[in-house]
């Protein structure tokens, strides 16, 4: 289904162009990551890349199969994890059971899932009265066990300590090296040199810079992104 | 895994499943839909009557009371078997419109005027009615009318009338038309230390008299009659014609007369049963007049009224 | 006139006693009430989250509508039960007036709006919350609406229990279709109607008092249910 293809994507709302002129292949590899500081618009590509959001200019093409199969083999979480309100096995059973799964396969797998990030012990604790940490790690465990060939990640840590998020992107590194494109955004330096596979710099709606990332630690070529890696560009 | 089921609806699901037993159990028995007034119901004389009249014909009765207006409206639709009710002209009236057949004189007591103990307006040793209400009028004391077109209402507008005394203009200063049944009126009543007009029946029976009390009554102008008729049944065919019939020959038949005669409410008969015979009836009718001027605790000073 | 203390001791000894026609008069009541109050529910809590999920043409009319008919009047509500049930109506073939299932009907009426409107305020918030999630997870229209009645089931307990308020306490709707006929339709409310016509003021309290203490069984009932489900 890769690459997925972004061809002049706009989305604009009251009367403001949040995104405009956004052109970019996203190709199978290791994880791609949308950097840049709050407000640029990279929440907004997430979505508009997993098909929540429909833009206003441009098309999300993915490669191969129609939006509605797509849907099926991609998965997302979100920077404030959403927790139903009901046991940590049952947030992840109930993807699997919209998918269509039987009632045991969702079992082993949700099994699998809870054990991969660490949750076993909590399966039976309702999801709302686990940690940030925790609940961030079951939405990882949700979108892991529907088996996603594309994940999206909107700052998944950007309301966690130092501990947890070293948990979660623990997680991400292993799903990714299972196979699993990840996209993530996140205006989290540090978090962007750990993980990133390459940098998709954006910048008040527009994408400024796309760049492998250990080139563009090195030296990113706009602006932007240079006053943005010295800690200056906090807009 | 989830949970299948949804909790909070469990419970009210079960306890439909009970709530439907009573509805199921009912319409065991053969019963008729009596449609009758405050009066007769709140009295206590249906609770005396109905078990008497079930234990004899295997037949319940359901009471419906209300006044005698919506009674007669609720028969006129089809929604009772019986009327048992106290306005003569409407009843004559729902008749000879062909709603009902053979309406029947069942039992009679009287109006009584009720005020505070105290009896601001003079009524007590008024010579009649129609002058107890004009001392009323003339003092402004406070009147609480039912104000609800009921038998009850239209005998005291009646009266009103016949002391010429527009009462209706006055509605809202001392003429209070409380709009209500007649328990509710003479709540009231109490409250407002106001006059009332009330079925002899419902003054006995009621419990929140405080300082009230029976101020006037023995008038002629003040008899009560109540009839029963069972329903026509070429307009309502459901109408349960034998079943009605039966209840209304008991009625009046020498067990229902006797049943009537021996109700007592605090050691008094509200109710008496119509004379058989009227030509005795009217031989005695001679006696009441000389009671009017004086206060009357017993109905026993009109028993011969009818006629 | 009668204080609250003679009606609270009234109360007490006619509980005490456990009087049969006061048994048999709640156990109406309470049948009475709550069948309403789930026929209401069944119906409601479903159209609740359609309204919150589905969009629609006129949408916005149907939820002012619903919202308006938490307002019916208890007699007016009773009034075209009767017409409707009456033997000059046409559904009086049913032989329907004068029964528990007359007031039944007319109690689902005055309280489906009531958990109508409460359930789609709630579900709504939720549905705010859970909607990219759901999306994202590709859950159908079909598939949200139970999710949400799932997940929102505190509420809709609490939705219930404010119907259920309505239906306990309403006099109106009742005393018309049903008629109070003793040992038929004759109900906690009808019956302190009853008592109040009759002068009997501290009865009537106290009949008054102990439908409180039904409702508070009621309550803290389904509120005991409800903390254990909370959250799993």
Known sequence: MLPLILEGIGFRAGGQDLL?????????????????????????????????????????????????????????????????????????????????????????????????????????????????????????????ALRPEVLFLDEPTASLDPAATGQVEAIVRGIAAAGVKIVMSTHDLGQARRLA??????????????????????GPRCAEARAFLEGRLTW | MPRPTFPALFPLVVLLALALAPVARAGERPFITLASTTSTENSGLFAHLLPRFTARTGIAVR???????????????????????????????????????????????????????????????????????????????????????????????????????????????????????????LNAAVAMNAYALSDRATWLAFGNRGTHRLLFAGDRALLNPYGAIVVNPARHPQVKVALARAFVDWLTGPEGRAAIAGFRVGGEQPFFPWPKDRTDARGRTGSVPGHGHRRQESTAAIAAAPG | MPDLWEAA?????????????????VARSLAVSLSAVAIACLAGFPLGALLAVVRFPGRRIVIVVVYTLMSLPPVFVGLLVYVLLSRSGPLGVLGLMFTPTAMVIAQAILVGPIVTALAHRALRGLYVEYRDQLCSLGARPWQVAPTLLVDGRTELATAALAGFGRAIAEVGAVLIVGGNIAHVTRVMTTTIALETSKGNLALAMALGLILLLIALAVNAAVLALGRDARGT
């Open chain 1, 20 to 144: 405009a002129g956004v052109d970019l292949a996203i190709a199978a590899g290791p994880p791609t990551l949308f950097l840049g500081p709050n407000g640029a618009g990279k929440s907004l590509l997430l979505r508009l890349c997993h098909g929540l959001l429909t833009p206003t200019a441009g098309a999300v093409r993915w490669t191969g199969i129609d939006a509605e199969r797509a849907r099926r083999r991609q998965a997302m979480v979100f920077q404030t994890p959403v927790m139903l309100r009901r046991a940590a096995a049952a947030n992840v059973a109930y993807g699997l059971k919209l998918r269509g799964l039987a009632r045991a396969e969702r079992a082993a797998r949700t099994a699998e899932a809870l054990a991969l990030t660490g949750l076993a012990e909590l399966a039976k604790r309702p999801a709302r009265l686990l940690s940030g940490g925790e609940q961030q790690r079951l939405a990882l465990a949700r979108a892991w």
């Open chain 3, 9 to 25: 001791r009234l109360a007490l000894a006619l509980i005490v006693a456990g009087d049969p026609e006061l048994v048999e008069i």
């Open chain 2, 63 to 185: 009471v419906i009371a209300v006044g005698t207006g919506q009674a007669l409206r609720l028969a006129r639709n089809g929604d009772a078997d019986v009327l048992l009710v106290h306005h003569r002209p409407a009843e004559d009236a729902f008749v000879a419109e062909g709603f009902g057949i053979e309406r029947r004189d069942v039992m009679y007591n009287d109006f009584v005027l009720v005020g505070p103990a105290g009896d601001p307006a003079g009524i007590a040793g008024a010579p009649d009615a129609v002058t107890a209400l004009r001392r009323i009028a003339a003092a402004r004391s406070p009147f609480a009318s039912r104000g609800d077109d009921s038998g009850t209402h239209k005998l005291e507008r009646e009266l009103w009338a016949a002391a010429g005394i527009d009462a209706a203009a006055a509605s809202g200063t001392w003429y209070r038309e409380m709009g209500n049944g007649m328990g509710a009126t």
């Open chain 1, 197 to 218: 596979g390459e940098i998709v710099f954006l910048c008040r709606g527009r994408v400024a810079e796309r760049a492998a990332a250990g080139a563009f630690f090195a």
